[in-house]
């Protein structure tokens, strides 16, 4: 069973940067494919960004290209997602996710995922 936790969520002013943290158990890392994926009230869960199982391949939503990046450290075995110029559309709660199946190319959908971890809350103020 794979455990991940995030962390690194808060209140931020437009424009401004945070990085999340997703801290996952074993060698999830160079197990599994890693993604983020946000929430916010009212609407569905969507992508945010993957990374690859080899860290060789990362894929993005368009709304977030050339503001996030996602990153790992399989020392740490921790994902982060780098979030700059950051708008109030990007206010969710934002979750990581492992994927077991050595998918290729990266997924995209969240029921492609196997596990997730509980969220942190991103705030962003105008």
């Known amino acids: 069973q794979v455990q991940l936790v995030e962390s690194g969520g808060g209140l931020v002013q437009a424009g401004g940067s945070l990085r999340l943290s997703c801290a996952a158990s074993?060698?999830?890392?160079?197990?599994?494919?890693m993604g983020w994926f946000r929430q916010a009230p009212g609407k569905e869960r969507e992508f945010v960004a993957a990374?690859?199982?080899?860290?060789?391949?990362?894929a993005y939503a368009d709304s977030v290209k050339g503001r996030f990046t996602i990153s790992r450290d399989v020392v740490k075995n921790t994902v982060y997602l780098r979030m700059n110029s950051l708008k109030p559309e990007d206010a969710a709660v934002y979750y990581c996710?492992?994927?077991?199946?050595?998918?290729?190319?990266?997924?995209?959908?969240?029921?492609?995922?196997?596990?997730w971890g509980q969220g942190t809350q991103v705030t962003v103020s105008s």
């Open positions: 990374i690859s199982w080899s860290g060789s391949s990362t």
């Open positions: 996710a492992a994927d077991r199946n050595y998918s290729d190319p990266l997924p995209l959908e969240e029921d492609e995922y196997d596990y």
């Open positions: 074993g060698r999830t890392l160079s197990t599994h494919n």
